[in-house]
């Protein structure tokens, strides 16, 4: 088969190519190839070569200017204030961008396009301007803002219309003369500074054989446009179009130099796998420095990291053929009640311009929002479809093979990730409904109590437990046949009210099969791949880094019943709202009376799920409003969700105490490391090093009529970026111990025999017979992590010495750094996670 996937590879990169260059042809079509890969790089480094010459026309320009204030005789032609005070980097691009895009052109031509075009620049904004001061002056509507969203770009042929509709806005256009001085020196400061891109030729224009006048002609230089042509064809070979591999990824391994010191800390690693011909790194650099200069690549990775990397990608799958049928016929009739995609909604009706004019600043901001809302709702969806429709389109490509691969790589937490984006096991329910361990497996004696429970589990029974699961499953049984052999007949309606689906479709299918093949159940082969998952997994781990018992109890790390931390935080909130709508002269009271009765699980699930992850106050109210929970109550739907956000935030840090103290602790240190200019350090629980530098990168965005262009300053690297420090501290260390959690049990289960895995962050999955081997595992690699060493004592000595603080014992010596000590633990014992039956469930 390695022979076969090297040649699918070689498809996958001239698909990619091909790719490449129609998305190159529908740019061009839209006149924005200059602002994407790859001229955008050549126009960005010759605009900030060309930036410096640009301002020292603008040093004459405002001598000019003073020396006329000064009365030194200085007569000014009209356009030296404008260019003194003009953006220089804006003046360079439309520079660049004019010998670019009419390279061979004359030298005329050219002064009088650059010229033009500034003047037009000029224009808008003092239109812009204008316009802004009459709305606010008369109350009207803003006729530019209308203008605007007509037309998907606004260039120099837009505002010249505009301008003949709009002739009563006062613009003050540039005389041709003047034009052409400003063009003039800017084609002069070009010709200075870009002297290694461009090349000027005089040629002498005959005619009739006798010599004719003398043209200056400017163009790319060869070496320049072969540059640019080399970028072009990288640009297009360097995004293939990743696919499922035909057999077992490469391992993981690194490439060491003879003459590598492994011992010199500043060394830097290199590590190949994956595809067999497609290069790929294993540290993906996924710009999280926001510098884009992958400072992620080059990290040492332990080998217990490389090797649940390798075990993880060499689980063999196949597609659910029967499962892809499905999807084909319901994808062709288009229903959306079982497709990831819902319909359209409807934009509100346009208001007529009298009906505007009578509104109230408020409601036509209302109206505004509500437009704005649904149009990027419309716009994610056709995004889920074209996602949905290339799901299909692989699964149908690889349905004839036996068994096809996954190659995975890292994030710098140690977070592990399929390669291929289309159709992977960690997709949405759609797509993994699609995919089947390639490999079965006997159920045993276990196996069916586990598929019973993921087909409880995917239909939205989740909150059962393990005995009721499978006496809801025995109950329905004939509801399952009708879902498993008519889906999209008698199974509609059970199908399309599932939590999730197509895992749910997947399910009953298996489970139909065994039933109904003949033999004993124990020796039935499966397929299906059974997910266990952490409670709240982020607020696991913070409980256990605290000893928290409150919190461990919550998360099921306890013995004992299963406990729904959402139902719990629900029902704070329904207890404090109940209050406040009772309570007469309570200033909230109109909002709690409107969520009086209408508050459930769902209502705080999401807002408790993200909280370890750093969700903010803000973000905890922009989901219940993304969400559609405060649709049908009455009142202010955005104080509504501010109430409501409110109580929550009260609910879970009464619910989660230790784990917020915790997460504060980190945010501190991460804000006083911010304060000196420095990063993050931490290493995880297996070792790998991890660093959180998010930097302002040193550029500046300019958008002209031409187009946009970044300009990078001369230092390398940017300020560091407190508030994202701050807020994103705790959630990618919790990331990397989860990261930690999920490799060591990998790898502890790869020794016990079990050889499939199906894992998506904190949610575990293989084969039904081996589920309560993976439990066990679970649980002793948790312990492994948190019984022994204290985490944060660690955590707290890697921060006092990047702080450059003396620390002592387990304490801080300087009286001034307090903060520095993380919270006190509690007198929660870990061993408890071994008899705890719902810690992952």
């Given at each position: 088969m390695e022979e076969i996937e090297r040649q699918r590879e070689i498809t996958m990169v001239s698909r990619g190519v091909s790719r490449f260059y129609k998305h190159q042809e529908k740019l061009a079509e839209q006149d924005r190839q200059w602002d994407a890969a790859p001229s955008s790089g050549l126009i960005n480094e010759m605009t900030a070569a060309l930036v410096?010459?640009?301002?020292?026309?603008?040093?004459?320009?405002?001598?000019?200017?003073?020396?006329?204030?000064?009365?030194?005789?200085?007569?000014?032609?009209?356009?030296?204030?404008?260019?003194?005070?003009?953006?220089?980097?804006?003046?360079?691009?439309?520079?660049?961008?004019?010998?670019?895009?009419?390279?061979?052109?004359?030298?005329?031509?050219?002064?009088?396009?650059?010229?033009?075009?500034?003047?037009?620049?000029?224009?808008?904004?003092?239109?812009?301007?204008?316009?802004?001061?009459?709305?606010?002056?008369?109350?009207?509507?803003?006729?530019?803002?209308?203008?605007?969203?007509?037309?998907?770009?606004?260039?120099?042929?837009?505002?010249?219309?505009?301008?003949?509709?709009?002739?009563?806005?006062?613009?003050?256009?540039?005389?041709?003369?003047?034009?052409?001085?400003?063009?003039?020196?800017?084609?002069e400061a070009a010709q200075l500074r870009l002297a290694d891109y461009l090349d000027t030729e005089v040629v002498s224009l005959s005619t009739q054989g006798q010599p004719g006048r003398k043209r200056l002609f400017a163009r790319l230089n060869e070496a320049t446009q072969n540059r640019l042509n080399l970028r072009v064809e990288e640009l297009a070979h360097a995004s293939p179009w990743l696919v499922p591999m035909v057999c077992p990824p490469r391992d993981w391994v690194e490439e060491i130099a003879d003459d590598k010191d492994l011992r010199d800390p500043s060394a830097e690693f290199s590590y190949h796998g994956g595809y067999l011909s497609i290069p790929r790194s294993l540290i993906k650099n996924d710009n999280f420095l926001g510098l884009g200069n992958g400072a992620a690549h080059g990290m040492y990775v332990p080998p217990e990291v490389t090797e649940a990397v390798n075990l993880i990608q060499k689980t063999p799958w196949r597609i659910n053929a029967a499962v892809l049928d499905v999807a084909r016929r319901a994808y062709n009739a288009n229903m959306g009640d079982i497709l990831p995609v819902e319909p359209p909604r409807d934009l509100p009706e346009a208001i007529g311009e009298d009906e505007w004019d009578a509104m109230s600043h408020e409601d036509r901001g209302k109206h505004k929002n509500d437009r704005r809302v649904?149009?990027?709702?419309?716009?994610?969806?056709?995004?889920?479809r074209e996602s949905v429709r290339r799901c299909l389109a692989v699964a149908i490509d690889h349905v004839e093979f036996e068994r096809i691969y996954f190659p995975h790589d890292l994030d710098w937490r140690g977070r592990i990730y399929p390669i291929p984006q289309d159709l992977n096991p960690q997709i949405d329910d759609f797509g993994r409904g699609l995919l089947e361990l390639g490999e079965g497996k006997a159920l045993g004696s276990s196996g069916l109590k586990w598929l019973c429970h993921v087909v409880a589990a995917t239909y939205g029974q989740d909150k059962l437990s393990l005995d009721d699961q499978v006496q809801w499953v025995m109950e329905d049984l004939d509801m399952l046949h009708h879902v498993a052999t008519d889906p999209l007949g008698q199974g509609y309606e059970w199908m399309s009210r599932a939590e999730d689906p197509w895992q749910f479709l997947a399910a009953a299918m298996e489970l139909e099969e065994a039933l109904s093949s003949g033999g004993p159940l124990e020796d039935y082969i499966s397929h299906l791949p059974c997910h266990v998952d952490g409670t709240c997994n982020g607020l696991q781990h913070l409980s256990a880094l605290g000893k928290d018992p409150v919190g461990a109890e919550a998360t099921n790390l306890m013995p004992g019943d299963r406990q729904d931390i959402y139902q719990i935080v629900a029902d704070k909130v329904a207890t404090q709202v109940s209050v406040d709508a009772g309570t007469a002269d309570h200033p909230q009271q109109e909002h709690a009376g409107a969520w009086f009765g209408n508050i459930t699980r769902k209502t705080v699930k999401r807002g408790v799920m993200t909280t370890p992850y750093g969700v903010t106050s803000e973000g905890i109210r922009a989901q219940l409003i993304k969400d559609r929970l405060c649709d049908d109550l009455e009142g202010d739907k955005l104080k509504n969700a501010s109430y409501m956000r409110d109580q929550m935030i009260g609910a879970i840090d009464d619910t989660i105490v230790m784990g917020r103290a915790i997460m504060v602790w980190m945010q501190n240190v991460a804000t006083e490391l911010a304060a000196q200019g420095k990063p993050v350090h931490w290493t995880s629980p297996t070792g790998l090093q991890c660093s959180q530098e998010y930097r302002n990168p040193k550029e500046k965005r300019v958008q002209t009529l031409l187009g946009r262009t970044k300009y990078y300053a001369s230092s390398a690297t940017g300020t560091i970026r407190r508030a994202k420090q701050r807020n994103s501290v705790a959630p990618n260390i919790v990331h990397s111990y989860d990261a930690a959690h999920l490799m060591k049990t990998v790898n502890s289960c790869s020794r016990d025999g079990i050889t499939a895995f199906a894992v998506v962050h904190d949610s575990f999955g293989t084969h039904a017979c081996d589920v309560d081997t993976l439990g066990r595992h679970l649980r002793d690699q948790f312990i492994d992590i948190y019984g022994g060493i204290d985490w944060l004592e660690v955590m707290a000595n890697s921060f006092s010495h990047q702080l450059g603080y003396c620390w002592i014992d387990g304490q801080d010596k300087d009286p001034d750094s307090e903060w520095i000590i993380p919270p006190e633990r509690g007198d929660y014992d870990i061993e408890e996670v071994r008899r705890s039956r719902y810690f992952f469930f």
């Open positions: 410096p010459g640009i301002k020292e026309v603008q040093v004459v320009a405002r001598k000019k200017f003073l020396d006329s204030l000064a009365g030194k005789g200085t007569r000014l032609q009209g356009w030296e204030t404008d260019v003194a005070t003009l953006d220089p980097v804006m003046l360079a691009y439309i520079t660049v961008r004019t010998l670019i895009t009419r390279s061979g052109a004359t030298k005329h031509v050219l002064i009088n396009h650059i010229g033009t075009t500034i003047s037009l620049e000029i224009q808008f904004e003092r239109m812009r301007a204008e316009e802004g001061r009459l709305t606010k002056l008369e109350g009207r509507r803003n006729r530019i803002e209308d203008l605007k969203r007509q037309v998907k770009e606004v260039g120099p042929r837009t505002v010249r219309k505009w301008m003949k509709k709009l002739d009563d806005l006062d613009t003050c256009e540039w005389s041709y003369d003047t034009k052409i001085v400003v063009g003039l020196l800017m084609f649904i149009h990027d709702h419309n716009n994610r969806l056709e995004a889920k």
